[in-house]
């Protein structure tokens, strides 16, 4: 089992930044992609960010192309989301998630999830 806890949400104006914190524990978090999903309310989760565990690796949703990155110390075992120029349109709950091999843009294939962290973009 690996064990992900978010941190770093919080409420922000149009423009701003924040940088979310996943950390995980638990079984060897080696060869495991790590990838960021939000859920907004009333709407699906979606997929937002993924990187390799090399880090050689990411994918981006269009929609944060730009302004967003995802960062990996696998020393300490944790994953970052720096999120830039933020917009109304970002509020959700953001979730990190993990999975064997290669990162992927689909929820489905991720193992294990953190219990999320809000987003809030004030306009």
């Known amino acids: 089992q690996v064990q992900l806890v978010e941190s770093g949400g919080g409420l922000v104006q149009a423009g701003g930044s924040l940088r979310l914190s996943c950390s995980a524990s638990g079984r060897t978090f080696s060869n495991h992609a790590m990838g960021w999903f939000r859920q907004a309310p009333g709407k699906e989760r979606e997929f937002v960010t993924a990187?390799?565990?090399?880090?050689?690796?990411?994918y981006w949703a269009d929609s944060v192309k730009g302004r967003f990155t995802i960062s990996r110390d696998n020393a300490e075992t944790t994953v970052y989301l720096q999120m830039n120029s933020l917009k109304p349109e970002d509020t959700a709950v953001y979730y990190c998630a993990a999975k064997y091999g290669m990162p992927s843009g689909t929820y489905y294939s991720y193992n294990y999830w953190g219990q999320g962290t809000q987003v809030t973009v004030s306009s």
């Open positions: 990187i390799s565990w090399s880090g050689g690796i990411t």
